[in-house]
């Protein structure tokens, strides 16, 4: 079983930055894939980024591409999100999820465990 918590959302200007934290817990953190989801009022949640065990490998949504960056450390059992160039159309709850397979995908489907989410609002 393993355990996701998020932290790090707030309210931001666009243009402004935010870094979203994830803490895992459970032994296995090293082997397991992690995603980034969003999900906005009255939309369904979609994918943000994906990064392999190892950190290696990464893949972005195109909205998002070249203004967030995921990143991970297996040590300390975190993912983050930073989030730069913020647009009033980044604001949603964003999700956490682990994929136990490790490879990184953007399926939902794909990851068993997920966070309870964090508020991103941008105001423009």
């Known amino acids: 079983q393993v355990q996701l918590v998020e932290s790090g959302g707030g309210l931001v200007q666009a243009g402004g930055s935010l870094r979203l934290s994830c803490a895992a817990s459970?032994?296995?953190?090293?082997?397991?894939?992690m995603g980034w989801f969003r999900q906005a009022a009255g939309k369904e949640r979609e994918f943000v980024a994906t990064?392999?065990?190892?950190?290696?490998?990464?893949n972005y949504a195109d909205s998002i591409k070249g203004r967030f960056t995921i990143s991970r450390d297996n040590a300390k059992r975190t993912v983050d999100l930073q989030m730069n160039g913020l647009k009033p159309e980044d604001t949603a709850v964003y999700y956490c999820a682990a994929d136990p397979w490790g490879a990184g995908t953007l399926e939902q489907s794909d990851y068993d465990y997920w966070g309870q989410g964090t508020q991103v609002t941008v105001s423009s």
């Open positions: 459970g032994r296995r953190f090293s082997t397991y894939a």
């Open positions: 990064i392999n065990w190892s950190g290696a490998s990464t």
